[in-house]
């Protein structure tokens, strides 16, 4: 699971996250809300390890990440808004990459696996700079699945896929969120509807919502997810 113990991040004067407290538990998708500049991808970058807190713990499967980095990486698959891929290397290739890093056992047999479940197979052959923004998503999460970590961190995942390639990304991040941790941050609102067993919303760096999403609905009876959202954020 993930543990986020009164977790603060500055930038100069101004106090981006004040005092975050929340767990993300194994065998879900908690959907990870906020408007843009509430600190959803200061929050996730600090998660992965990226970025260190001012203040506060961050637990990534019982391991510390601050105290213990890369063991907690370890136990990490983080796919990043921007999506970094290495544009020169063949689908293949950047998987294999990958794996070496990893020291995975078995890498032919595994790599098989990731490309058949993000659906890769006909673009496998191709460099990564050569694929369209969505097999560029598609190649990300590949990456960030590779290692069977236990906890997923995902930013966007679906941003710039066609329908029918959102629905087969969807079906993958519900069904991953069966056996892991999935952190998952879209502004698809539908996406939430689709996929999430929970909901966290943030704004101005303070979390105002964490709930089970029935339970959430259930606190503003007769209005939408997104009717809910805009009153917890417009302020």
Same mark, same amino acid.
């Given at each position: 699971?993930?543990?986020?113990? !009164?977790?603060?991040?500055?930038?100069?004067?101004?106090?981006?996250?004040?005092?975050? !407290?929340? %767990?993300?538990?194994?065998?879900?998708?908690?959907?990870?809300?906020?408007? =843009?500049?509430?600190?959803?991808?200061?929050?996730?970058?600090?998660?992965?390890?990226?970025?260190?807190?001012?203040?506060?713990?961050?637990?990534?499967?019982?391991? !510390?990440?601050?105290?213990?980095?890369?063991?907690?990486?370890?136990?990490?698959?983080?796919?990043?808004? =921007?999506?970094?891929?290495?544009?020169?290397?063949?689908?293949?290739?950047?998987?294999?990459?990958?794996?070496?890093?990893?020291?995975?056992? !078995?890498?032919?047999?595994? $790599?098989?696996?990731? $490309?058949?479940?993000?659906?890769?197979?006909?673009?496998?052959?191709?460099?990564?700079?050569?694929?369209?923004?969505?097999?560029?998503?598609?190649?990300?999460?590949?990456?960030? $699945?590779?290692?069977?970590?236990?906890?997923?961190?995902?930013?966007?995942? %679906?941003?710039?896929?066609?329908? =029918?390639?959102?629905?087969?990304?969807?079906?993958? $991040?519900?069904?991953?969120?069966?056996?892991?941790?999935?952190?998952?941050?879209?502004?698809?609102?539908?996406?939430?509807?689709?996929?999430?067993?929970?909901?966290?919303?943030?704004?101005?760096? %303070?979390?105002?919502?964490?709930?089970?999403?029935? %339970?959430?609905?259930?606190?503003?009876?007769?209005?939408?997810?997104?009717?809910?959202?805009?009153?917890?954020?417009?302020?």
């Amino acid at each position: 699971m993930i543990v986020v113990e !009164n977790l603060s991040k500055s930038y100069g004067t101004q106090k981006v996250l004040h005092s975050l !407290n929340f %767990t993300a538990q194994k065998g879900q998708v908690t959907g990870f809300l906020g408007p =843009n500049g509430a600190g959803k991808s200061t929050t996730m970058k600090i998660l992965s390890g990226f970025l260190q807190p001012d203040e506060g713990r961050v637990e990534i499967g019982g391991v !510390n990440m601050v105290e213990q980095a890369i063991a907690a990486k370890r136990l990490l698959g983080y796919l990043p808004e =921007n999506n970094p891929l290495y544009l020169d290397l063949y689908v293949k290739e950047s998987l294999a990459f990958l794996a070496d890093i990893h020291q995975l056992k !078995n890498t032919k047999s595994r $790599i098989a696996e990731v $490309i058949e479940m993000t659906g890769l197979g006909p673009q496998q052959h191709q460099k990564a700079g050569a694929l369209s923004k969505g097999f560029r998503q598609r190649l990300g999460l590949a990456q960030a $699945i590779l290692h069977d970590p236990a906890v997923l961190i995902l930013d966007e995942p %679906t941003s710039g896929l066609d329908p =029918n390639q959102v629905l087969d990304i969807r079906n993958l $991040i519900k069904e991953l969120g069966k056996t892991k941790t999935v952190l998952l941050s879209t502004h698809m609102l539908q996406e939430v509807e689709a996929i999430c067993d929970h909901l966290m919303i943030l704004s101005h760096g %303070t979390l105002v919502a964490d709930y089970s999403k029935k %339970t959430l609905l259930s606190l503003y009876p007769g209005k939408s997810l997104e009717q809910v959202f805009a009153q917890l954020t417009c302020n």
